[in-house]
């Protein structure tokens, strides 16, 4: 492993790239096609190239003077209880803590949006700075931020053979099957898959993880719109807007770009939703599929499959279904009686509360609280807003009082599908593709680092039943 540790240091230098403009943005302001860096600003990849070999070092010197210290144990209720709780995994640009919630390189998503850049006349953070913190660690200059909106649209085009596969798919294929189709579709275009097939040194592969990464993330708003506008809309997307940030931009894709507070959403919702620490199916996937070397657009796309599974990012879609379901069975009587009444019925159906328990947390999503904030400030009166509250308010009680639910409390799916709804975009099909958008700038800074520290390929070992019977003593 040493030697695909050691890297050149003229490898960790953007700037040695070839400096070929792309016609339609060669402009003094960007000086390179991959860099975009001005004089006043260092890169986000010489910032992450800087840091590197530190990084490094300090892994070598963990594995070194502690490699075979035992650091837990593994029940059979584990091993059959889908790996809850097995401490297996690096994962370095988040942690999420059973009390506390999530926090991204150490910092609590209400630090986050104190701390990281906004959108002039904004209020909400830009998903830029929160990309630039998974990935090196530091939070990002105002300037950094711009720049790197830039650089996304500057990278923003799909070729013209995606376009037309994406124009083909029929309209009942779900959105998350031409979502994923498309993003496997850009392997075609993948500079590590190429650079590999060539042949390049270990030192080299992250250099290029990083092109395909920050490519395939400038991509997916325009990939998700065209999906959006042809099967629910008129086909025709508007053009990337080069002086314009990301959330922006999938906004005016989208067609809501109009509503400021819709935009405003877009930048919360594409925050909080990007990365839930290395465990979840969708980054777990992503993982492990980049761990056998495949390129950051075959990685994700695994994990965006995942993403769209009932029980993963499907969840925002059956809260709305069960609100409405609610509504009807309830009609005009909303009290707190007929909430609690309904509440209880759905439990003895032999039905889940949607949207409340999580895997790990025991307490209300910091997600969640986070969209009911900005709820309470944009839409106080509406009326989905006004029941998803009432249910926060019994909901808890009634988990408890069931006593199965070990996490009585609400997720971010038991908010943000009310939010979407309220601002007009109203086809649930399409929630997880918005989803998967925000997920990949959580996933792929992870694929990016592990290519640059030599992460080994993912093996865990395996059993039969009656394997794990014999290592317990058990007769069967």
Known sequence: MASSLRLASSALRCSGRPQVLRPA???????????????????????????????????????????????????????????????????????????????????????????????????????????????????????????LSAEWAARSDIPKFVEELIDRYPNDLHPMAQFSSAVTALEHESSFAKAYAKGMNKSEYWQHTFEDSMDLIAKLPTIAA?????????????????????????????????????????????TIHTDHEGGNVSAHTTHLVGSALSSPMLSLAAGLNGLAGPLHGLAN????????????????????????????STLKSGQVVPGYGHAV??????????????????????????????????????????????????????????????????????????FGVSRAIGVLPQIIIDRAVGAPIERPKSFDTPGWAKLVGATL
């Open 226 to 270: 065209r999906i959006y506008r042809n099967v629910y809309k008129d086909g025709k997307v508007p053009a990337t807007q080069k002086d314009k940030d990301y959330s922006y931009n999938l906004a005016n894709q989208l067609g809501f770009a109009s509503n400021n507070d819709f935009v405003e959403l877009m930048r919360l919702y594409l």
């Open 317 to 344: 879609q059956e809260v709305l279904n069960w609100l409405q379901k609610m509504k009807k069975s309830v009609g005009s009587d909303l009290s707190d009686e007929s909430v609690k009444n309904y509440l209880w």
């Open 25 to 147: 943005f060669a402009s003094a302001v960007f000086t390179s096609p991959r860099c975009y860096s001005t004089a006043k600003s260092k890169s986000l990849k010489d910032t992450f190239g800087d840091k590197l070999p530190g990084e490094i070092e300090k892994i070598k010197k963990l594995r070194k003077d502690y490699g075979s210290k035992v650091i837990g144990e593994v029940t059979l209720d584990q091993v059959y209880g889908g790996a809850r709780g097995i401490k297996s995994l690096v994962w370095e640009g988040s942690v999420l803590d059973s009390e506390e919630g999530i926090r991204f390189r150490g910092k609590t998503i209400p630090e986050c949006q104190e701390l990281l850049p906004k959108a002039p006349g904004g209020q909400e953070p830009l998903p830029e700075g929160l990309f630039w913190l998974l990935l090196t660690g530091e939070v990002p200059s105002e300037q950094q931020v711009r720049e």
């Open 361 to 434: 947390l025991r307490k209300t999503d910091p997600r969640y609280m986070a969209q009911r904030e900005f709820a309470e400030k944009h839409l106080p009166d509406d009326p989905m807003y006004k029941l998803v509250s009432q249910v926060y308010k019994i909901a808890p009680g009634v988990l408890t009082e069931h006593g199965k639910t070990k996490n009585p409390f609400p997720n971010v799916d038991a908010h943000s599908g009310v939010l979407l709804q309220y601002y007009g975009l109203q086809e649930q099909n399409f929630y997880t593709v918005l």
